[in-house]
């Protein structure tokens, strides 16, 4: 007598469907944020522009001693 091994076929449970606008989340690589004082910015000023991409962002320090950046 021959023995005959059946295959059954392997089960995988089904995968979540992800919506259009969500991604699978990746591990996030945490860096340092640096940490510099206004004053040390300002440097005894009231109003210091800052270049980014071709364009100038006025950070600006109020009477009420805010910090105000504008474009």
């Not at 640096?34 to 109020?62: F, K, M, N, P, W």
């Amino acid at each position: 007598m021959s023995s005959v091994l059946s295959a059954r076929p392997t089960i995988e449970a089904p995968r979540p469907l992800l919506a259009a606008n969500e991604r699978r989340m990746t591990p996030v690589r945490h860096i340092p944020v640096r940490v510099i004082e206004s004053q040390v910015l300002l440097d005894g000023s009231r109003e210091l522009v800052i270049a980014h991409q071709g364009q100038s962002y006025h950070l600006r320090l109020t009477r009420n001693d805010k910090l105000i950046l504008t474009k």
